[in-house]
């Protein structure tokens, strides 16, 4: 003879915490038939057991539709969590990795450091003279960025430049003297780390840009309203 199976799905040994129970002999036997068809605003009352203090006391529970069928899946479907998942993890390394982006944004962007500004670069030239060729640096800008030199400011207005121009103005070139000299190294240093920082923050607006769109997916729509389009969508089976 068949084992009668609970007519909504519980495992009525679970529920009841009996091994062995059947749904002929639980005391929801005559309930769990009718959750399907109830209403939005209907209740039953639901049997079940707990451990208090190694002691297996019945309660009974009022539910309605909706939570029975939580109850039912929280018990038999494997519920999982953001843990379980492996979101919190993958949270918790994001917020590391952010902690981490932080500290090397502020050993970048320390007091004693220099950092170049956008489009100003280092060049090498070659100056010739008499007794020979020797390599020199110089940091560039696009545009005239840089105050001009003391020494070319006063010869501005003492009027020795041919423009004569009747205020300072601003230079496209510092010169940075030889390969080793330290105005060389801490002025390309300088263009290495903006470049870095410029490489975080591209980084970072990739990664806000992606966060924000799988926010948006995640919140809406309803996951509700979802599901019941794909339940209107999903085909009839062959033989139903």
Not at 114 to 141: D, M
Not at 146 to 170: C, D, H, I, N, Y
Not at 198 to 219: C, F, G, H, K, S
């Amino acid at each position: 003879m068949p084992i009668r199976m609970c007519a909504y799905g519980f495992s009525c040994a679970s529920m009841m915490m009996a091994p062995g129970l059947t749904a002929e002999d639980c005391p929801n036997k005559n309930i769990c038939g009718t959750i399907r068809q109830l209403t939005e605003e209907d209740r039953v009352e639901l049997h079940y057991a707990r451990i208090e203090n190694n002691v297996r006391t019945i309660d009974t529970i009022i539910t309605n539709r909706r939570d029975a069928a939580l109850y039912l899946l929280s018990t038999r479907a494997c519920p999982q969590t953001p843990a379980s998942l492996g979101v919190t993890a993958t949270l918790a390394r994001l917020c590391s990795t952010l902690s981490l982006i932080e500290e090397t944004i502020a050993q970048l962007s320390s007091e004693d450091s220099y950092i170049a500004p956008i489009g100003v670069e280092a060049h090498r030239y070659l100056v010739k003279r008499p007794y020979g060729i020797y390599q020199y640096n110089k940091l560039t800008s696009r545009e005239a960025i840089f105050p001009p030199q003391e020494r070319e400011a006063e010869s501005v207005r003492r009027g020795s430049l041919a423009m004569q121009p009747t205020q300072e103005e601003s230079v496209k070139v510092i010169h940075l003297s030889s390969d080793y000299d330290s105005r060389n190294f801490e002025g390309r240093a300088g263009i290495e780390r903006r470049n870095r920082l410029l490489a975080i923050d591209t980084a970072l607006n990739a990664a806000e840009a992606l966060l924000n769109r799988a926010i948006e997916a995640a919140a809406n729509p309803p996951v509700n309203e979802v599901v019941a389009e794909k339940i209107a969508r999903i085909p009839l089976e062959d033989g139903v």
